[in-house]
């Protein structure tokens, strides 16, 4: 089975712009989460989509959204960017039925904002 | 809320010594508990879970973990580190009931390992 992917996998922005990420999960799996990686503050959870609806969300501002497509694949953006938004994006696809189920993560998309 | 401490930012040992990286977990309902290792540019990979039973868990590349829910800790051993081994590792716990896929992390260990 192929793995999760994203892309793209490096991205140059400005401040103010806007951006957006792809992931797309494991066949059969219906459970997208999309975290943020950064070496102040670490990993931290962003939201999580399941059967195109949005099930879970952390504390970011309303820049952040996300959507989830019928065949899973998930897109996230990131409005009116900021230097604070440079980081690893990471997502993360399981079969989305119980937490105690393994999260399998991509190899991430890099931004930097300038 | 659910929180997760690593105890120690960076950890250098041996080829062929006793790895140990500590996690401690907070946590007000029975918690799954994950590690997970990072090489450079790249996502996050599983070493290993653990979600009921069996307190000592086996995981990858040699690699196990025993949840202690009295110390409240899900420490990472390795008995022998390979120079491969040189990594960044995450402990992360999520739980039960609400927070569906929701997994918080630890700020991760930077493993080291020199000749």
């Known amino acids: 089975k192929a793995g999760v992917t994203q892309t793209p996998r490096y991205l140059i922005k400005t401040r103010g712009q806007q951006v957006t990420l792809s992931c797309s999960p494991i066949s059969g799996h219906r459970s997208v989460s999309w975290y943020q990686q950064t070496p102040g503050q670490g990993l931290q959870f962003l939201f999580e989509y399941f059967s195109e609806t949005q099930r879970n969300k952390g504390n970011f501002p309303g820049r952040f959204s996300g959507r989830q497509f019928s065949n899973s694949r998930s897109e996230m953006n990131v409005s009116t960017l900021e230097l604070g938004d440079s980081a690893l994006y990471l997502c993360a696809s399981s079969l989305g039925d119980h937490n105690k189920e393994t999260q399998y993560f991509g190899p991430g998309t890099r931004l930097l904002v300038l | 809320a659910q929180s997760v401490t690593q105890l120690g930012s960076h950890v250098s040992v041996s080829e062929g010594a006793l790895v140990l990286l500590r996690c401690n977990y907070s946590s007000s309902v029975p918690p799954y508990l994950f590690w997970y290792v990072q090489y450079p540019n790249q996502g996050l990979q599983l070493l290993l879970k653990?979600?009921?039973?069996?307190?000592l868990v086996k995981g990858i590349n040699g690699f196990e973990a025993e949840f202690k829910k009295s110390e409240t800790s899900f420490h990472l051993t390795k008995p022998s580190a390979h120079m491969s081994d040189a990594a960044e590792y995450f402990c992360?716990?999520?739980?039960?009931?609400?927070?569906?896929?929701?997994?918080?992390f630890g700020a991760g260990t930077r493993l080291a390992v020199h000749p």
């Open positions: 992360a716990v999520t739980q039960e009931s609400g927070g569906y896929n929701k997994l918080i």
């Open positions: 653990y979600t009921t039973g069996a307190t």
